[in-house]
């Protein structure tokens, strides 16, 4: 049986918004398909390790963003897996870290670089549902449904060359910064604004997740008829 490990980044410090779920999400979505699926959580005191096969990073506070970006810059297994384009998939402050700078308590501070991207203060906290069609950018050019979550942040993201979004803001306000996109997608990464927990609300993303681990097509993932889930979908895209 094919073994997948889930790396939980840093829950201690990027957990506020109960974005550790989108671990469990993957973790149940691989082993209803039958995949010995298991979570490895990595503290703060933790090496970061470079073999796991797809990776979550949360969201969090301006100090909890500055000490996970230090830990992360000093640890560079994340670093070593998103070179090895093995998946990465980070949520809000996780993003940002990712990020070529983000602001921390009105200072600007480095991230990790592992996205073309900047981020700077929104004058106003975006907050509230959020809604965007996927574009068809890189790896996530086979997502065909409506993403969804609940954005909570005051960051105003710019996408470089390098960086593409992950999707078209129909409601919300998603990164901020000019254009009405919303998330990154460089590589194997794929970051967003989204809470909820992002991979609860958005299945599929899910799966691209776990067929991008396992490499192959997400349309080669066995399907998952789970109705309650569909439901849940509806309604929040209906808000």
């Known amino acids: 049986m094919r073994k997948l490990t889930i790396g939980l980044i840093l829950p201690d410090v990027l957990g506020t918004y109960g974005d550790d779920g989108n671990a469990l999400v993957l973790r149940?979505?691989?082993?209803m398909r039958g995949i010995d699926a298991s979570i490895r959580r990595v503290l703060l005191t933790d090496d970061i390790p470079a073999d796991c096969d797809i990776y979550t990073l949360g969201g969090g506070e301006d100090a909890a963003q500055v000490i996970a970006a230090t830990r992360l810059?000093?640890?560079?297994?994340l670093q070593a897996a998103a070179a090895a384009e093995r998946?990465?998939?980070a949520v809000c402050a996780g993003m940002q870290i990712l990020g070529r700078t983000f602001y921390a308590h009105g200072t600007e501070a480095q991230g990790i670089g592992l996205i073309d991207a900047t981020t700077e203060p929104l004058q106003t906290r975006a907050i509230g549902e959020v809604a965007a069609t996927p574009t068809r950018a890189g790896v996530t050019a086979e997502l065909d449904e409506p993403l969804t979550g609940f954005e909570n942040h005051m960051g105003k993201t710019a996408l470089g060359p390098d960086a593409q979004p992950l999707g078209k803001v129909t409601r919300g306000v998603g990164n901020g910064a000019g254009e009405a996109v919303e998330g990154v997608v460089q590589g194997n990464i794929i970051a967003t604004y989204m809470h909820g927990p992002a991979l609860a609300r958005n299945p599929q993303l899910a799966d691209l997740l776990i067929a991008r681990s396992l490499g192959v097509r997400l349309e080669?993932?066995?399907?998952?008829?789970?109705?309650v889930?569909?439901?849940?979908?509806?309604?929040?895209?209906?808000?």
Do not use: C, V
């Open 28 to 31: 149940q979505r691989a082993r």
């Open 73 to 77: 810059a000093a640890s560079p297994g």
């Open 87 to 89: 998946p990465i998939f």
């Open 220 to 227: 080669e993932l066995p399907p998952l008829e789970i109705p």
């Open 229 to 239: 889930i569909d439901r849940l979908r509806m309604e929040r895209l209906s808000r």
